[in-house]
Every structure is written in structure tokens, then in C-alpha cells.
């Protein structure tokens, strides 16, 4: 069974940095698309960024572009997430994803799913 683990989160300020970590175990790594998926209260589960299984294509939303890169090892099956310039409105649970298939930007596209870490950005 695949499993997905985040960690990383926590509490910053405006224009700080966080960088999260999923951590795969349960299958091999680089069969898989990835993808960082964040929501806030109230809001729709939206992506954020997402890698091929290779690094090969990368994938941001316009909101997070040029201040979140994506990046994976596969040597060590994991996927980052490297958030800086941080705003108020990052803050969510952000998730990591699996998809066997192509990558993608849609949440239905991903067949599993880590527990969460919570972002908190204050202003």
C-alpha cells in the first residue's frame, strides 16, 4: 500500500520561507507523477505545483509561480516543495499526491493522498 507522508509545515511570517517534504513508501517512487496540493477553510482542494516522474516537467500554479519551486529525489523518494516569499493567503493544509499516470492538474487525477501539513503565514 502506498503511503505518503508530509512534513514541514508550520508558523511564519509574510515573506518568510518553509520548505516541505512527502516521504513514498510502499512502491517505487518514480513510477509516480507528483503533485502539492493545498486548501484553505472554506475553499476547493486546489493544486499548486506538480512534477513529472523524472523532474522532466514541472508544473506551478499562476498564484505560486516563481516563489514555490517542486523538486523530488528520487534516490531518496521524496518530494519537496520549497515555498518562499510567503503570503497570507498560502495559508492551507497543503497535501502531496501520487498519480500513476500523466502528470496532471487536477485532484481527481491522483489515486493517493498524504495526511496533510498545515501552513500558517502571518501578516
Known amino acids: 500500500q502506498v503511503q505518503l507522508v508530509e512534513s514541514g509545515g508550520g508558523l511564519v511570517r509574510a515573506g518568510g520561507s518553509l520548505r516541505l517534504s512527502c516521504v513514498v513508501s510502499?512502491?517505487?517512487?518514480?513510477?509516480?507523477?507528483m503533485g502539492w496540493f493545498r486548501q484553505a477553510p472554506g475553499k476547493e482542494r486546489e493544486f499548486v505545483a506538480g512534477i513529472s516522474w523524472n523532474g522532466g516537467i514541472k508544473k506551478y500554479a499562476d498564484s505560486v509561480k516563481g516563489r514555490f519551486p517542486i523538486s523530488r529525489d528520487n534516490g531518496k523518494n521524496t518530494l519537496f516543495l520549497q515555498m518562499n516569499s510567503l503570503k497570507p493567503e498560502d495559508t492551507a493544509v497543503y497535501y502531496c499526491?501520487?498519480?500513476?499516470?500523466?502528470?496532471?492538474?487536477?485532484?481527481?487525477?491522483?489515486?493517493?493522498w498524504g495526511q496533510g501539513t498545515q501552513v500558517t503565514v502571518s501578516s
Open positions: 499526491a501520487a498519480c500513476v499516470s500523466v502528470l496532471s492538474t487536477s485532484p481527481t487525477s491522483y489515486e493517493y
Open positions: 510502499g512502491d517505487t517512487f518514480s513510477k509516480y507523477a
